[in-house]
């Protein structure tokens, strides 16, 4: 699970100034709060990839049972699921590998 950026007390920079964050700490945790916006953003679109795939996979699924599909329309959903698969595998494999 990915870290929360540190939070800090309104009241503590007021009551403590020499505890306020510095430039170089709110730049860090700017940094970190677009990481995680990004990595967020990928997980999603890794889910809606696979979500795609899924439907295309049934679609294929129930069409190979039905002797009246178009052979062309199956191997062409094939390889659109095919496509599908290896793009949410990556994805994925990018999101893991952020949150690592």
Do not use: Y
Request: hydrophobic fraction near 35%.
């Amino acid at each position: 699970m990915a870290k929360s950026p540190p939070t800090v007390d309104p009241r503590a920079i007021v009551e403590t100034p020499e505890k306020s964050p510095t430039p170089q700490r709110l730049v860090a945790s700017m940094q970190e709060l677009s990481r995680l916006d990004r990595a967020k953003t990928g997980a999603h679109d890794a889910l809606r990839l696979w979500l795609r795939w899924n439907a295309i996979h049934e679609t294929l699924a129930k069409s190979m049972f039905n002797k009246r599909h178009d052979q062309t329309e199956l191997e062409r959903l094939m390889d659109e699921a095919e496509d599908l698969r290896r793009q949410a595998i990556q994805l994925s494999m990018e999101c893991l590998l952020e949150q690592g």
